[in-house]
């Protein structure tokens, strides 16, 4: 999705956005707006800067100038719910702009001020209200709203209005609505109420979900810890047998790695299965429907794979190597702390690795802070200067050499010893290597996404 000329809205809306030095959607305007073109229901997980009023104003307004009617007197259209004055304001003002080349009918209510403007402005009907729930029960119970036409409903902020306490209002305001509507739910952070009332009033709902990098971040405990390359899958096996992990995806660079390390896991009790492009869908489905059931505790997977994985309830990431490219970084640990839950990304760094952390911690801006108080900690990685191999797009590493000596054949069994490392060593279990026999070649790990 490149233009909003691709989302296809009409043609004064798109000149509206074009006057605004609007060019490109935003993630969760891309995401929502087709779904919202077709009538579904939505739920979306945005937060205000991500440009969610337009998520849900721009389809909101297609839909009046492609199937216009006049509202009926003291009704209206689309209702949008805010928590507050303010934010019933800009959302009223956003429609406004989004708007100017339209015919537009709309009203804005709130308390606090007199009611004798907002009973006038909805005297006659209004293709958009914009309200806060109290005052708007309020105008309904004196007769002055009637929403039997409503064909849209919107809640925005609906975690705000859960915590100050409007989830009576709202459910009283939506019984009066007729059934036959679309409606439209965002929220910041997904709390159990939300989910439940999401649940009460949405019908099969596309969902939608966009968190800024830098707040998924801030949500998202992070630490590292420096190991020998020999001792990660220990690290692995001590991190997520930990009671606090209750579902754990572990992040490689190699499909073979992760073949190994989801058989190492299983061989300790701990349940897991690896998922990567070299496996059938069938088998990634089955590997996803035991992770998301319970029945699997880790998923092992490369980036590619990853892409896939749409579950909640992440508590942990764990990066048994590290990205080459930071901005996987970013993606990977944003497999946890999703749908407003907390989570954390641990990241094992050997000394052939610390340069890509060097390289992660400048994209995020700050560092990540160490664990050392653990049995593995080495102070060689911590304080490792090695130049990192250079991975994909049919490149080597310097200190690769193509298929040397000391490579293990078949990929299979253990490491290949704990022997010192040098730029010339073979370390053949977390690198590429295109000359390995048997090692299911170069991996195919993207540069970037
Ligand atoms: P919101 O998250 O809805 O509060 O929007 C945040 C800000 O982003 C507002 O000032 C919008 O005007 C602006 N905005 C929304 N969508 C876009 C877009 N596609 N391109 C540029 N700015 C946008």
Partial sequence: MTSFADLQLALPIQQALTEEGYTTPTPIQAGAIPHLLQGRDLLGLAQTGTGKTAAFALPALHR????PRHASPKGARVLVLAPTRELAAQ???SFKTYARHMKLRHAVIFGGVGQGRQVEAMRRGVDVLTAAPGRLLDLIGQGHIDLQDLEVLVLDEADRMLDMGFVRDIKRIVALLPKNRQTVLFSATMPK???????????DPAKVEVTPPSSTVDRIRQAVMFVKSEDKRAATLMLVKNDKVQ???????MKHEANKISDFLNAE?????AIHGNKSQGARERAMAGFRDGSVKVLVATDIAARGIDVDDVS?????DLPNVAESYVHRIG??????RDGWAV??????????????????GKPIPVVTDHPLHSDEAQNSTMRPPVLGGGGRGRNQPRGGGGQRPGGGGGRPGSGPRNNGGNRSDSRPSGGRPGGGGRPSRPRSK
């Fill in 335 to 340: 497999r946890t702390a999703r749908a407003g």
């Fill in 347 to 364: 990241s094992l760094c050997d000394a052939e690795q610390r340069a890509w952390l060097k390289d992660i911690e400048k994209l995020i």
């Fill in 316 to 320: 942990h990431v764990f990066n048994y």
């Fill in 269 to 273: 009790g701990v349940r897991a299965e």
């Fill in 91 to 93: 959302i009223d003002d």
């Fill in 193 to 203: 109420a939300i989910e439940e009332l999401a649940h009460s009033l949405l019908n």
């Fill in 64 to 67: 009046l100038l492609t199937q």
């Fill in 247 to 253: 579902r754990a995806v572990v992040f490689t660079l």
